[in-house]
Structure formats: structure tokens, C-alpha cells
């Protein structure tokens, strides 16, 4: 996936991605790491093929790889990351050698799902099937929820997300 390796690549996303592991590596609370957003990008994409979403690989899987950029802006500045993220991932789109670049629809959805990823209520089956970034916020918000293992968590008990939230059970 050459456009998702142009991300990857990006000196701007390099920098960001460096910030949030080195700010997180004492945190007990889940990570936002390359590993986070890998097992979100995974979860995206087999909720894509089970819901028949139809979103491209590299859209799922870059929108996955920018939802949490804006990440190190909350730990430094105490902006809110989806907010801050938005900007980040912008530019980092903006900066993507043209043939490698995501057209301006594309673009517009990944910046949408980084800016929509933390919704509470989020239920592929209930995605808005209307339009290309209505669908991808919609997967990368579920994402990101079921691929947090609180089952498996050491630090469950003190965490701060509702027992409601948590996924307790193993669950793609």
C-alpha cells in the first residue's frame, strides 16, 4: 500500500508517533503506539469487509494510522487529540507526493475519522452508509473501541472507562 508507506514515511508523522511513545512509556492505561494503531487499522478492516462498507484497504488502514496523531498536541498542550489531530493529519496528507496522494474526497474522509473516532455510541451496524467519511468515522471509532483487550488488562480495575465501555470479552 504505497500511500499508506508514504504516511508511514512522513518526517511530520515520524515526529508525532516518536512524541506519543516516549510520553506514554510509564502510562499503565492503554498505549496509542504503532501497536494500537495496527490492531486498529486490523479491526477496521475486517469490520469493513463483515459490514460490506466498501471502503478501500489504504484509506482504512491510513485513517487507522492518523486517529490518535494528535495525540502528543494533547500530552503538550492539553488540546484534545481528535482536535489537534485533525490539523496534523492534514498536513501530513497535504505533504504526500502526488502520486502517492489520496484524492481530495479520500483525504477529507481520513481527516473526518480522526476528528470522529471518539464517538461513545458507535455501532457499524448502524453506520451511515450515505457517504464515504460518514462510513470510515463510523469504522474507526468501532475500532478503536474493540481493540482495546480490557479483558486481558493488568490495569483495568483503576481505569478510567465505564464497565459499560470496556470490552471484556474477546471480540473483533
Known amino acids: 500500500m504505497p500511500r499508506v508507506d508514504a504516511i508511514w514515511a512522513n518526517p511530520l508523522f515520524q515526529e508525532n508517533l516518536a512524541a506519543i511513545e516516549a510520553t506514554e ?27 460490506g462498507f466498501g471502503l478501500a484497504r489504504d484509506v482504512v488502514y ?19 487529540h481528535d482536535v489537534a489531530g485533525v490539523e496534523i493529519a492534514r498536513r501530513i496528507l497535504g505533504t504526500v ?39 470510515l468515522a463510523c ?14 488488562c493488568s490495569a483495568c480495575a483503576t481505569c478510567y472507562w465505564p464497565e459499560e465501555k470496556k470490552n471484556m470479552a474477546v471480540r473483533v
Open 97 to 135: 507526493v502526488a502520486e502517492q496522494r489520496f484524492s481530495s474526497a479520500e483525504a477529507e474522509a481520513i481527516v473526518k475519522a480522526v476528528r470522529g473516532h471518539r464517538a461513545d455510541d458507535v455501532d457499524a451496524a448502524s453506520c451511515e452508509l450515505s457517504s464515504l467519511s460518514s462510513r
Open 25 to 51: 512509556t510509564q502510562r499503565v492505561y492503554c498505549r496509542h503506539g504503532l501497536s494500537h494503531l495496527l490492531d486498529v487499522a486490523r479491526t477496521a478492516w475486517i469490520i469493513n469487509l463483515e459490514g
Open 62 to 80: 491510513a485513517a487507522a494510522l492518523l486517529h490518535d496523531i494528535g495525540r502528543a498536541a494533547e500530552y503538550s498542550e492539553g488540546i484534545s
Open 139 to 152: 469504522v474507526i471509532a468501532e475500532a478503536d473501541h474493540r481493540s482495546r483487550p480490557c479483558f486481558a
